[in-house]
């Protein structure tokens, strides 16, 4: 979780900070949809390694956008999901896939 002194001024570089890597910001879209486990996320971010996975995880986690849960169960199962604050992020998200969309469309417009 980021302190009052590594919080940056701006709010766009909070939110940059926060969520701003590729990688957390295709997490955040996955688990937009549902829980998912470890593996599933793995497999579907198709480029993504382990570690950088389980840091992204790790630090969203601790910074209250995704909660973990443990399942006590043999094998123990465990899922990911956004908390309330990363449900917040549905706007935001939202309004990038429309801008993503439209910029795809106009750049095919011109093809």
């Given at each position: 979780?980021?302190?009052?002194?590594?919080?940056?001024?701006?709010?766009?570089?909070?939110?940059?900070?926060?969520?701003?890597?590729?990688?957390?910001?295709?997490i955040?879209r996955?688990?937009?949809?549902?829980?998912?486990?470890?593996?599933?996320?793995?497999?579907?971010?198709?480029?993504?390694?382990?570690?950088?996975?389980?840091?992204?995880?790790?630090?969203?986690?601790?910074?209250?956008?995704?909660?973990?849960?443990?399942?006590?169960?043999?094998?123990?199962?465990?899922?990911?999901?956004?908390?309330?604050?990363?449900?917040?992020?549905?706007?935001?998200?939202?309004a990038?896939?429309?801008?993503?969309?439209?910029?795809?469309?106009?750049?095919?417009?011109?093809?």
């Amino acid at each position: 979780m980021l302190t009052k002194a590594e919080m940056p001024a701006c709010p766009v570089a909070t939110t940059v900070q926060l969520i701003g890597s590729k990688w957390k910001l295709l997490i955040i879209r996955n688990l937009m949809q549902r829980p998912w486990r470890f593996n599933e996320l793995r497999r579907d971010l198709g480029g993504i390694s382990q570690k950088v996975l389980a840091d992204s995880l790790r630090s969203m986690e601790e910074d209250g956008i995704i909660t973990r849960t443990v399942y006590a169960e043999v094998p123990p199962r465990v899922e990911y999901a956004l908390s309330d604050l990363g449900k917040s992020l549905r706007p935001l998200m939202d309004a990038m896939e429309a801008w993503g969309r439209d910029y795809q469309k106009s750049r095919l417009d011109e093809e």
